[in-house]
């Protein structure tokens, strides 16, 4: 019944997810266990640049859908390796205006950019207490890259021009976090935070060139875990930095356990002894 209960509660957590923040940081998996899963995720973020070619769209608003497949692999009890392969769309847009009486508006934006996505990173679990409570950290590098950006610039919302370009994005988040396992329900509620190094540069045909980098980097994140008969997996997470960053993620998936012991080979059955027949003695 307890069972039943924890995961209406995490359906009501996601379902609800949008008011809450997103990461990166549950407990490891296990030496010897495999766990892939399938993952998607939204987030808004605010990037800047002093790139001279940007002329003045010094302040751009991203948002983006990431969709991947991942696997963590634990190659030790409190260490996990990670890699991912998907895909991410990207939408960006940047105004500003001049004059003081009669304003002038500029506008440019590139609206749903498909990027080819991967990453690798690692895991671990440095403390992990009897009650459940445990601490760990770890990091995560991602690049993906696009040749189909198509940058719009407007001048009081009249279209002046059409550039094409290539588009790519490099992040690397390192983060710690802390959690707690509630006994055997396969429920786990961790927090955290991570901060984001982040490249990102859009080449344009005309020979431009624009350097991105994330506004706010520091981040907080909590997240749920449940594990269904101790193999079927769901996840939620938010994350935000109180400013003018957030995100929601899920996924779900199936944990393999690869060094699990051998079935016992069935006994043999115990041979039929038939009762030797002695001839009978003559007298």
Not at 120 to 140: E, Q, S, W
């Amino acid at each position: 019944m307890i069972k039943k209960t924890l995961f209406f509660a995490l359906c009501l957590v996601m379902a609800f997810s949008l008011s809450a923040f997103a990461g990166e940081g549950s407990d490891t998996v296990g030496g010897g266990k495999l766990l892939p899963q399938l993952r998607y995720g939204y987030s808004v973020s605010n990037w800047n640049t002093v790139s001279s070619d940007a002329l003045g769209w010094r302040d751009w608003d991203v948002n983006a859908h990431t969709y991947y497949a991942q696997a963590n692999w634990g190659i030790l009890n409190n260490v996990d390796l990670i890699a991912l392969i998907g895909g991410r769309s990207v939408s960006m847009e940047s105004e500003y205006t001049t004059g003081t009486t009669a304003l002038t508006y500029f506008d440019a934006k590139a609206d749903c950019v498909p990027m080819f996505l991967w990453g690798v990173g690692f895991k671990a679990t440095f403390f992990r207490a009897d009650n459940g409570f445990y601490v760990g950290g770890g990091a995560l590098f991602t690049h993906s890259r696009s040749n189909d950006l198509e940058l719009k610039t407007y001048f009081n919302g009249a279209l002046v021009d059409e550039l094409d370009g290539t588009f790519r994005l490099n992040m690397l988040a390192p983060e710690l976090h802390l959690g707690w396992h509630f006994g055997d329900t396969g429920l786990t509620a961790y927090t955290g935070v991570d901060y984001v190094f982040s490249r990102a540069v859009a080449e344009l045909e005309d020979g431009s060139e624009i350097e991105l980098y994330m506004d706010h980097p520091v981040y907080g994140f909590v997240g749920l875990d449940y594990f269904i008969n101790d193999r079927l997996y769901v996840n939620v997470e938010g994350r935000g930095n109180f400013v003018d960053g957030w995100g929601v993620e899920t996924g779900v998936g199936y944990l393999f356990d690869l060094c699990a012991p051998a079935p016992a080979p069935e006994p043999e059955p115990v041979p039929v002894i038939e009762p030797k027949l002695e001839p009978m003695s003559k007298n």
